[in-house]
């Protein structure tokens, strides 16, 4: 068997693999359009380099490893007519993500971006506008592996956590758990409302005006899944028009933002450069997917770990 990494691994890890699987040969090249793929069973990839032109050169390809969450940039529609498996690493974010959330929500609730402003201005004010993270609510919007995993933490803070899905089906470290057509009328409940949605279908522009004049003037809506959940116009419009209190943004309908967006001007934003995943841990993890999946391939289970459904992106 022949598996092809499209990003480079340590040697290390390397010599791990080869040592797990002596028969499997592994090589890299990130060079997919000009070199010839045609042997390859399997590649690893983040899943950008993967286009149409690939996957007509990659005759031999019956498994995409794709070491990201998020699948949406890929041809889905000629993967699955191919007949080709995809899978991912969903839940990989889980800690750094979930850890990125609480820190941006401490922050604000101890007022610590204040604190460190007068620190740069040698000033000394015990007046600094603070509130405690006990006794709100949270409402996830996708309360899968990361979803859960910040609901788990709020609630060791004493936070009420209502998750929305599609279903309504429980999910793990929620109090409760609602549908989307449902969560307008939640919202008016939520301190914060934080998102952890992929990019699908039933998912872009899925919060319109209605959504956020639902919401209390106070709340912090906080997006870490994918920026074109709502348009940036109707974002700035509700922090302009204090329709909420204060938005935490990892992720943009278009990025990078553009110098001359609104949003690094408002006072009420806080924006970070999808940054929340990152860890110097990801490609260890990944590799831990990839090694179960592919004990599993090679003895011929079919129900690989985090397998997607081309179809529904997801």
Same mark, same amino acid.
């Given at each position: 068997?022949?598996?092809?990494?499209?990003?480079?691994?340590?040697?290390?890890?390397?010599?791990?693999?080869?040592?797990?699987?002596?028969?499997?040969?592994?090589?890299?090249?990130?060079?997919?359009?000009?070199?010839?793929?045609?042997?390859?069973?399997?590649?690893?990839?983040?899943?950008?380099?993967?286009?149409?032109?690939?996957?007509?050169?990659?005759?031999?390809?019956?498994?995409?490893?794709?070491?990201?969450?998020?699948?949406?940039?890929?041809?889905?529609?000629?993967?699955?007519?191919?007949?080709?498996?995809?899978?991912?690493?969903?839940?990989?974010?889980?800690?750094?993500?979930?850890?990125?959330?609480?820190?941006? /929500? =401490?922050?604000? +609730?101890?007022?610590?971006?204040? #604190?460190? @402003?007068?620190?740069?201005? %040698?000033?000394?004010?015990?007046?600094?506008?603070?509130?405690?993270?006990?006794?709100?609510?949270?409402?996830?919007?996708?309360?899968?592996?990361?979803?859960?995993?910040?609901?788990?933490?709020?609630?060791?803070?004493?936070?009420?956590?209502?998750?929305?899905?599609?279903?309504?089906?429980?999910?793990?470290?929620?109090?409760?758990?609602?549908?989307?057509?449902?969560?307008?009328?939640?919202?008016?409940?939520?301190?914060?409302?934080?998102? /952890? =949605?992929?990019? +699908?279908?039933?998912?872009?522009? #899925?919060? @319109?005006?209605?959504?956020? %004049?639902?919401?209390?003037?106070?709340?912090?809506?906080?997006?870490?899944?994918?920026?074109?959940?709502?348009?940036?116009?109707?974002?700035?419009?509700?922090?302009?028009?204090?329709?909420?209190?204060?938005?935490?943004?990892?992720?943009?309908?278009?990025?990078?933002?553009?110098?001359?967006?609104?949003?690094?001007?408002?006072?009420?934003?806080?924006?970070?450069?999808?940054?929340?995943?990152?860890?110097?841990?990801?490609?260890?993890?990944?590799?831990?997917?990839?090694?179960?999946?592919?004990?599993?391939?090679?003895?011929?289970?079919?129900?690989?770990?985090?397998?997607?459904?081309?179809?529904?992106?997801?």
């Amino acid at each position: 068997m022949n598996v092809l990494f499209t990003f480079k691994i340590k040697d290390e890890q390397l010599k791990n693999l080869q040592s797990r699987f002596p028969e499997v040969h592994f090589e890299y090249n990130k060079e997919l359009d000009e070199s010839p793929i045609d042997k390859f069973e399997v590649i690893v990839t983040y899943g950008e380099d993967i286009n149409t032109s690939v996957l007509e050169k990659a005759t031999s390809l019956k498994w995409l490893m794709v070491a990201s969450a998020g699948v949406e940039k890929m041809p889905l529609s000629e993967i699955a007519e191919r007949g080709i498996v995809i899978s991912n690493v969903r839940g990989i974010h889980k800690t750094p993500m979930a850890e990125s959330v609480i820190g941006h /929500i =401490l922050s604000l +609730t101890r007022a610590l971006p204040s #604190l460190y @402003d007068q620190q740069k201005r %040698k000033e000394w004010n015990t007046r600094v506008k603070q509130t405690e993270l006990r006794g709100s609510t949270a409402i996830i919007l996708g309360p899968g592996a990361i979803g859960s995993e910040i609901g788990r933490l709020l609630q060791a803070f004493g936070v009420r956590t209502i998750g929305c899905n599609q279903s309504g089906r429980p999910a793990e470290s929620m109090d409760e758990t609602i549908q989307f057509d449902n969560l307008i009328d939640r919202l008016p409940d939520a301190d914060y409302v934080i998102s /952890i =949605l992929p990019s +699908t279908a039933e998912t872009k522009g #899925l919060l @319109d005006e209605r959504y956020f %004049k639902a919401m209390k003037p106070t709340a912090t809506f906080m997006n870490f899944g994918r920026g074109d959940l709502v348009k940036e116009s109707i974002l700035v419009d509700a922090l302009k028009n204090g329709e909420i209190g204060h938005a935490v943004l990892d992720v943009f309908e278009k990025e990078p933002i553009l110098v001359d967006s609104e949003l690094w001007n408002l006072s009420n934003v806080s924006i970070s450069p999808h940054v929340s995943s990152h860890s110097g841990k990801y490609i260890e993890r990944a590799l831990e997917f990839f090694i179960e999946n592919l004990e599993k391939w090679q003895n011929g289970d079919g129900e690989l770990v985090n397998l997607v459904d081309p179809k529904k992106g997801y």
